[in-house]
């Protein structure tokens, strides 16, 4: 239906587009549930300047003329003063494009890809980039695993893999590593056993794996499998692997990922939004559901700050924001990347506890 | 002189929705979210009656039609992100280029997989979508599986609008003209068409190549509508969407298809709201239409058992032949 | 010369020889029956001469050219047509339309002029139609112009199939069983339009009937072939009478 | 590095995801030879089955052959009544239409097992059986199964379809519906049969697949589906023989693309999916109906 | 053995038959004649089941089939030559004949039964391997009323045997149908042949765009001048 503008709504209209029945339904609707968690709860607690917040959420289904569609209908059917999404980021950078150009405050918890940000001074992100992602991994190797060798695999379908593979290998060769093997698999392979014979061969002192955990868990098995014995690494999309090899945790023992928080963080945010989360969606957090709820809080906390919902100021307010959050203390670069400290997290009895935090990199 | 009257009328309407249509956007009664749903409604009228071409009235099936849109998609923006013109010069050009590109690609296609019929073509077309999509998905000018960004913004309601009437009125006078009998007559029996001295080859690979010309030209709207591209969004299940618009819009129907391509994009919308029943919801209707249409079940029988074309006489079940092949 | 000359003209499907070491021999204006059993190889002998096989060994001459390795299409345009045993019509398009396809290789208009509705589309087709019409007429399928051809009854879809044949403007006329499916008043009709066409344009016709009345009484020369070779050939008079072809395939009457 | 062990590892990695693709080829390929349909739902019938043996394992607690049989025999049912349902209102209308219905269905079963089960992947209990070491050569034990089930089963089928009174009748169903039925031969009991046999096979394809790459998730057909249609076009579409054949085939290449190909050119898995649908490609213009498919020429 | 009461069929809106009322009693041969388009092939179709009766009553020995699927048919003893041959073109010859005999229980009596047919049809013997669809015309014609012979049918529905036959053989498929007449079969023939049709009929029908508009014994009707005039080509 068509509604009219009605200026003097009772409620703040913030509007989110994932994808809930695509291809990467499970990312997305584990980022939209964090979002929901926080907005619940700010609900909950009297709302925001007064009123409460009506979340409008759109489906997506990974398609970019879909998320253009329910980007516009929130903009101009729904009249939302501010947007929440997209999960992966094609999808992202479509909607980033429109917010820019509608002036419409806009966060993404999950859009890793560099460019995202920089469309226009009002796009911020909750996750940090893939090159520094990278870059971490890098130095972690180097440092604290004390890799000479590593190889890569990298899912060339996908932005997020191909983007910290590239950060990684310029970081770990000017840290004087080798990166002794690389090989591609696509999105929608399951069978690894081939390229994981090369992998075999390489020996490297690590292997980088950044992909989601979904793939990692299935691609990880098969490493075991055929005998790869190797330590293996990667990004905040491993956060979940644990409870897809609850068969077989062996698999994932010992490995390390970077992450933006960790559950044994005994920070009150942290707890809390652990427990909350079970409580309502009866599954763990992961990292997509934790950036879901930053990503809110963030946005929300803007609008309580600049107590408005004009455009500009929730913008400007973004841009200032200091605020402690379940993924760490978040502060915004000039590019609106968050700057937060970095958790490495290592796989032990089938657990992700913390081995160490990272000071926030820029 | 009953013709040119009902192509005057159709004219007149035509316009009479545009001006509408344009009136409600500049008082902000339709609001850039309609525009838009209007826009991407349009691209994928041009996207089914082009594949109609081939599917319908060639009756060859071809599941790797997003792939000419590809071709036209990135062609036409890497022009016009390279093209230092003024939008209104560039963007025909890009357009064009885009469309004569994906022709090419499709010439280059069709010679071999035209040889081949049915099932195995589908699944040869599905192959040259697939290997087109991993192309743009390995080179460097097409940035790879990052994609392109900061296209210009050309397609706007009044251009995709008016490219559309273009190209689907082309395609209904290509129709009826001694080509568009040529192409029907292969789909209706190709040895009689052969015996009848027309080179089937060549009809063929020319409604294949015009098809992929439309889907470029498409495909380059697409592109300027949306201002990024990545591979990802030239996969199998794109191509299928167009042949679903196109078996419901009733196979080698114009304006079965552009009903189709309008129903389902509104569907599409409506249901959004349902999230995760949306597909659900979604595929029952498919599934429900398409069992309606083989029982012959349509608005016009409605209306006939309503009696509003009076005769309510029901004459039991009656035999309804439907052409084996499709 | 001949208008039709095939020498020693063979065809192999993997072991079965339907046709072999055929010669036949046929003058501009002559109208020819090729009779013989079943699956002696009579339609086998259409769909070589048409190019829909290629023959594995001899030659075929036509118009003093070879055709024997030329494609279907490349044959019609130099001038031989044919109908078909089992009906081939375009079942979904218009009589008319059948018609019409068939004059294809005779309309010169390019695609963009048929688009653009340039004055030689416009001229062409007002033409087209006129043809086409008159070719119905003959055939009294005019009535029928406007209907799906797959909604005509059986009889009335052969003589369409005829028209369209004819429509190629050929200068011979392959015919395969035009009277299968008629009645014996049907067929004479049918006769009367053979013989009507053959004399208004001028046509070199060669057909294959089983129906002894209709080829007995408007063929002025036979050739009879059995296991794909010719058994006898000759006048119908002679043909009736010859032995080998009364044990074959006529049979006691 | 040795490259004929290397080699010779990555064709019996093929042979393991080819068998795979060979189940389900071959209920696409009974379902193909009698209705001529494309059946798109296919690998969501796969799907279904890897989640029925799944719940019967984790929730019902049932021991895996148990699992298999039932997730079977449900999938037999699916398969006949989704056919009962969506399938047989069109069987006399043109083919597209089927086939539209077909992927209306496979949505159907996608999204209704989101719903059901959620998005993610669920990880499937393996049997955690030690491959076996021959040389430098592994050899797993699932893979010993799974290719030594879709021979079987090949084998069975043919002579199912070729030598059996059901299996010809099929055959003549799928050519003539009508004129089979004038032979006293019931069309929809014979659809029926065969929906039930490719669906069952579906199940057990699910399984296998299931059990190889341990999680299962709504979306988990789509992929094996589209490369089960591929392999039996590959071997002859509506030819058992061939579509096991293909399956095994396609497994193969992209194994040694992905796997051995690469070991010279880095770069071989990103193109793997080029270079398999290329060598389709090439396969079909030398052979236009499928490696083992016969050329029959229209008789006119 | 077989009766027709008002019978009517439609195509969409095409009334193709017309309150057709006829019957055939046990042990005769019956023949519909007419022009084309007069609604012979709707009306076998409609008997045996291919199409469906609009509205109208079908008894096959008493008991009551207008609404029965056709592979019901079979086992009451009905076969049907259908017209346009319809051999099942992808399988050989032999499996053709095998499929005509699919209600048949009785291993040995199929084999000796394709013995038979083959003894007709010594064409069909040499080709027995060949694929029924590369068969020539006239071939496929006998292999289908062949096939149709092979469930022994008490009724046997012939839509054109003859047609496309070489004039030895249609001399020939007209002995047969007396021959198995002869047998005990009841037939009901459509035939373009409408002088050799009357010759062997015991009654005839002359069906007129879907009705019937003349009955009485088959040598009756040969010599009615109505009949010569449209049908024999007088
Ligand atoms: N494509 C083919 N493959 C195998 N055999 C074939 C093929 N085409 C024809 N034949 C065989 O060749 C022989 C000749 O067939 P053809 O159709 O030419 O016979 P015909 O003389 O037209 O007979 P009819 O009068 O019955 O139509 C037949 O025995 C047939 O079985
Ligand atoms: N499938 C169909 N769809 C529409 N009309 C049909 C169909 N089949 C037959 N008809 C029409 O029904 C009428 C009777 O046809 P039918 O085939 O029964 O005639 P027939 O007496 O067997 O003719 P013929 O001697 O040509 O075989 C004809 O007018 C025909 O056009
Ligand atoms: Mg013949
Ligand atoms: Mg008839």
Redesign the pocket.
Same mark, same amino acid.
């Not at chain 5, 007419?34 to 009306?43: D, E, H, P, V, Y």
């Given at each position: 239906g068509c509604q009219k503008a009605d200026a003097s709504s009772d409620t703040i209209k913030i509007g989110g587009s994932f994808d809930l029945t695509g291809e990467a339904a499970q990312y997305g609707i584990a980022t939209s549930n964090g979002v929901k968690l926080a907005i619940d709860e700010y609900n909950a607690n009297g709302g925001v300047l007064g009123k409460q917040i009506e979340f409008i959420l759109e489906d997506n289904k990974a398609s970019q003329v879909d998320a253009t569609n329910a980007f516009k209908k929130l903009v101009d059917n729904n009249k939302v003063i501010g947007f929440i999404g997209s999960d992966i980021s094609s999808t992202t950078e479509t909607i980033a494009n429109l917010a820019a150009e509608k002036n419409i405050p806009m966060i993404t918890p999950t859009g890793t890809k560099l460019g995202i940000t920089t469309i226009g001074p009002n796009i911020f992100r909750a996750c940090y980039v893939d090159p520094a992602q990278g870059e971490l991994l890098a130095k972690f190797a180097t440092e604290d695993l004390k890799a000479q060798t590593a190889a890569i695999m990298i899912n060339s379908e996908q932005d997020y893999s191909t983007g910290i593979a590239e950060a990684f290998e310029a970081a770990f060769t000017a840290e004087g590593g080798t990166v002794v093997e690389k090989v591609n698999y696509g999105k929608n392979d399951v069978d690894f056993k081939p390229i994981l014979a090369n992998i075999k061969n390489a020996n490297a002192d690590v292997v980088v794996i950044p992909d989601y955990y979904e793939t990692i868990a299935t691609l990880i098995t098969q490493a075991r499998e055929i005998g790869i014995t190797s330590t293996c690494i990667g990004g905040d999309g491993w956060d979940g692997v644990t409870e897809k090899t609850v068969n077989n945790p062996e698999v994932v023992e010992g490995s390390y990922f970077v992450n933006h928080y960790t559950v044994e963080d005994d920070a009150v945010i942290v707890q809390d939004f652990i427990s909350n989360y079970k409580a309502t969606y009866d599954a763990e957090p992961n990292a997509f559901a934790a950036l879901g709820y930053d990503a809110a809080k963030i946005l929300i906390e803007a609008i309580k700050t600049c107590e408005s919902t004009e455009a500009d100021a929730i913008t400007a307010a973004m841009q200032n924001t200091s605020l402690d959050c379940v993924t760490g203390h978040i502060t915004f670069d000039e590019n609106r990347n968050p700057v937060k400290s970095v958790s490495v997290i290592e796989i032990k009895e089938g657990q992700n506890t913390l081995y160490k935090k990272l000071d926030a990199v820029k | 002189m009953k013709n040119k009257n009902k192509s005057l009328i159709i004219l007149g309407s035509l316009l009479l929705t545009y001006l509408f249509l344009m009136i409600g956007l500049s008082l902000g009664m339709i609001n850039s979210y309609f525009s838009g749903v209007i826009v991407a409604i349009l691209i994928n009228v041009i996207m089914a009656s082009s594949l109609t071409l081939v599917t319908g009235y060639l009756g060859e099936l071809v599941l790797g039609h997003a792939g000419f849109m590809a071709v036209g998609a990135y062609t036409s923006a890497l022009i016009t992100m390279n093209l230092d013109l003024s939008a209104a010069l560039e963007f025909p050009i890009a357009l064009l280029c885009g469309g004569a590109f994906a022709a090419f690609i499709g010439i280059l296609i069709g010679i071999p997989a035209l040889r081949l019929r049915g099932d195995y073509l589908g699944i040869i077309t599905l192959g040259f979508g697939e290997i087109i999509r991993i192309v743009l998905n390995n080179l460097k000018v097409t940035n790879g599986a990052k994609g392109l960004s900061g296209i210009p913004s050309y397609s706007n309601f009044t251009v995709t609008f008016f490219v559309t009437i273009v190209i689907v009125t082309a395609f209904y006078l290509l129709i009826k003209s001694r080509h568009g009998r040529a192409i029907i007559a292969i789909r209706e029996n190709e040895i009689a068409t052969d015996c009848v001295g027309i080179c089937t080859f060549y009809y063929k690979t020319f409604a294949f190549a015009i098809a992929a010309f439309f889907a470029g030209i498409g495909g380059g709207l697409y592109a300027h509508y949306l201002q990024v591209l990545s591979p990802s969004s030239f996969g199998f299940l794109n191509s299928i969407e167009y042949l679903i618009i196109v078996v419901l819009g009733g196979m080698g129907s114009l304006s079965g298809t552009i009903i189709a391509a309008i129903v389902l994009g509104v569907l599409n919308e409506v249901l959004r709201a349902f999230s995760e029943y949306r597909m659900l919801i979604y595929s029952l209707v498919l599934i429900s239409m398409m069992v309606c249409k083989a029982k012959g079940i349509t608005v016009g029988l409605i209306l006939d058992k309503l009696g509003l074309k009076n005769k309510l006489k029901f004459r039991g079940k009656q035999?309804i +032949?439907i052409g084996k092949e499709g | 010369m001949a208008l039709l000359e095939v020498h020693k003209m063979s065809v192999n499907f993997g072991g079965i020889k339907p046709v072999s070491e055929l010669d036949l021999q046929i003058e501009e204006g002559e109208l020819i029956g090729l009779i013989g059993p079943n699956g002696a190889g009579k339609t086998t002998v259409f769909n070589l001469l048409t190019g829909v096989y290629t023959p594995t060994e001899g030659s075929i001459t036509f118009n003093g050219e070879r055709i024997d390795r030329l494609k279907t299409h490349q044959i019609v345009k130099k001038g031989i047509t044919r109908t078909f045993q089992n009906i081939r019509l375009f079942k979904q398009m218009t009589v008319i339309d059948n018609v019409k396809v068939a004059f294809n290789n005779r309309l010169k208009y390019s695609p963009l002029e048929g688009i653009l509705h340039l004055p030689r589309y416009k001229k062409e087709e007002a033409w087209l139609e006129e043809e086409a019409m008159k070719l119905l007429k003959i055939f009294e399928l005019d009535k029928y112009a406007y209907e799906l051809s797959m909604?005509?009854?059986?009889?009335k879809q052969r003589k369409l199939e005829i028209a369209r044949a004819l429509a190629g403007s050929p200068k011979l006329l392959l015919l395969d069983e035009p009277a299968a499916?008629m009645n014996p008043n049907e067929t004479n009709e049918l006769m009367q339009t053979i013989k009507l066409i053959r004399d208004q344009f001028n046509m070199t016709i060669l057909l294959i009937e089983h129906d002894m009345n209709l080829v007995m009484s408007i063929c002025e020369r036979l050739v009879v072939i059995d296991y794909g070779m010719v058994i006898a050939r000759g006048t119908p008079s002679e043909i009736q009478n010859n032995e080998k072809v009364i044990g074959a395939y006529l049979g006691q009457a | 590095m040795d490259y004929g062990i290397l080699l010779m590892q990555q064709i019996l990695n093929g042979l393991h995801i080819g068998s795979i693709y060979a189940l389900i080829a071959l209920g696409y390929t009974m379902v193909y030879g009698i209705v001529k349909l494309i059946n798109f739902a296919h690998g969501d019938i796969m799907m279904v089955g890897a989640y029925i043996a799944f719940m019967m394992i984790t929730a019902f607690n049932l021991p895996l052959p148990i699992a298999i049989i039932i997730s079977m025999a449900s999938c037999a049912l699916i398969g006949m009544g989704i056919e009962k349902v969506a399938y047989k209102p069109l069987r006399n209308a043109p083919r597209m239409w089927a086939l539209i219905t077909a992927i209306g269905v496979s949505f159907f079963l996608e999204t209704l097992f989101t719903i059901l089960f959620g998005a993610s992947s669920k990880p499937f209990p393996t049997l955690s059986l030690a491959p076996i070491q021959i040389g430098a050569l592994q050899i797993s034990q699932i893979m010993m199964i799974s290719i030594g089930l879709s021979v079987f089963l090949m084998i069975a089928l043919e002579l199912f379809i070729k030598e059996t009174k059901l299996g010809k009748a099929m055959r003549a169903a799928s050519e003539d519906a009508k004129a089979a039925a004038l032979m006293g031969i019931s069309v929809n009991k014979t659809i029926s049969i065969a929906f039930a046999i490719g669906s069952a096979l579906g199940a057990i394809g699910g399984i296998l697949f299931a059990m190889a790459y341990p999680q299962i998730k709504p979306l988990m057909g789509v992929m094996p589906g589209l490369k089960a249609f591929i392999a039996a076009v590959l071997g002859g579409i509506g030819i058992l023989p061939g579509a096991m054949l293909g399956g095994f085939l396609l497994g193969i290449i992209e194994s040694i693309t992905k796997g051995f190909l690469s070991a010279f050119w880095p770069d071989a898995s990103l193109w793997a999916d080029a270079i398999l649908f290329l060598i389709l490609i090439l396969v079909l213009l030398l052979k236009p109906a499928g490696i083992l498919g016969k050329n029959v020429r229209e008789k006119v | 053995m077989l009766k027709v009461e008002k019978l009517n069929v439609y195509?969409?809106n095409?009334h193709?038959l017309k309150e057709i009322s006829f019957e055939v009693q046990k042990g005769e041969i019956v023949t519909l004649i007419?022009?084309?388009?007069?609604?012979?092939? +709707?009306?076998l179709q409609a008997i045996s089941g291919m199409i469906k009766a609009s509205s109208g009553a079908i008894t096959l020995k008493g008991k009551p089939i207008t609404y029965e699927e056709a592979h019901k048919l079979v086992p009451l003893g009905m076969a049907h030559v259908p017209?346009g041959r319809r051999v099942f073109a992808q399988m050989s010859v032999e499996e053709n004949l095998e499929l005509g005999a699919y209600t048949i229980k009785d291993k040995k009596q199929i084999a000796s039964d394709i013995e038979k047919m083959y003894k007709r049809f010594p064409r069909l013997k040499e080709r027995r391997k060949q694929l029924a669809g590369t068969m020539s015309g006239g071939e496929q014609q006998m292999l289908a009323m062949a096939r149709a012979l092979m469930s022994r049918p008490e009724m046997i529905l012939m839509d054109?045997p003859s047609m496309g036959l070489a004039p030895i053989l249609v001399q020939e498929i007209f002995e047969i149908i007396k021959e198995i007449n002869a047998d005990g079969t009841t037939v009901l023939l459509?035939e373009?042949n409408a002088n050799r049709a009357l010759q062997i009929a015991h009654r005839a029908y002359v069906?007129e765009t879907?009705e019937i508009v003349l009955s009485g014994e088959g040598k009756d009707l040969l010599s009615n001048e109505q009949v010569k005039k449209a049908y024999l080509g007088a």
């Open positions: - | 035999n +032949s | 909604n005509l009854p059986y009889g499916g | - | 195509y969409g095409i193709a007419g022009a084309n388009g007069a609604g012979k092939t +709707s009306t017209e054109e459509v373009q069906l879907g």
